[in-house]
């Protein structure tokens, strides 16, 4: 808020400094993640906090694509802390602004990555049904990733699902 109690649009960090928040913030969610069942409760709150903050810092200086990994991490977050409602509410975020656009410039990679990610978030919720559903998309979507160590860091992460 302004000195005038209303809301100002003028940016608070300089772009450079903003990147580097979001990327900060984006590299802590990942540690905590990485924690997995060792993770505290207060971890669990601070990693849940630092996705959407992440995802914030992004939609101020990136693009569609910074966009859509947001809402897949936050609902990956979401996901590892139980919250299944909220992980399926961002994972279909993720894959409504990825379907939004006719965007050739997106990664190839990014479909499956968003299939897999609403397969996780379906799990959370307790919907196996749909969760299979996202990861045979998901698996499908493999055959357009161009690169190798990109597929398989997807393929990877489908294998952690328990379906």
Known sequence: MGDDGGMSDEP???PA?????AAHL???TWDLLDLGDQRTEAQTHEMVDAAHASAWHWAQI?????AIVGEWMISRVHASAGHGEAAVLHAQ?????LHSTGDESLPDWLEASVQEGLARAHL???DRD?????AHAATDALEKIADDDDRALVRG???ELSL
């Open 62 to 66: 990136g693009g569609l694509e910074q």
């Open 124 to 126: 959370a919720a307790g």
């Open 26 to 28: 984006y590299n802590r």
């Open 93 to 97: 975020r993720a894959f409504t602004l």
């Open 12 to 14: 608070i960090l300089d």
């Open 17 to 21: 400094t903003q990147r580097r928040v």
């Open 157 to 159: 992460q489908l294998a």
């Open 130 to 134: 749909a969760a299979e559903f996202a």
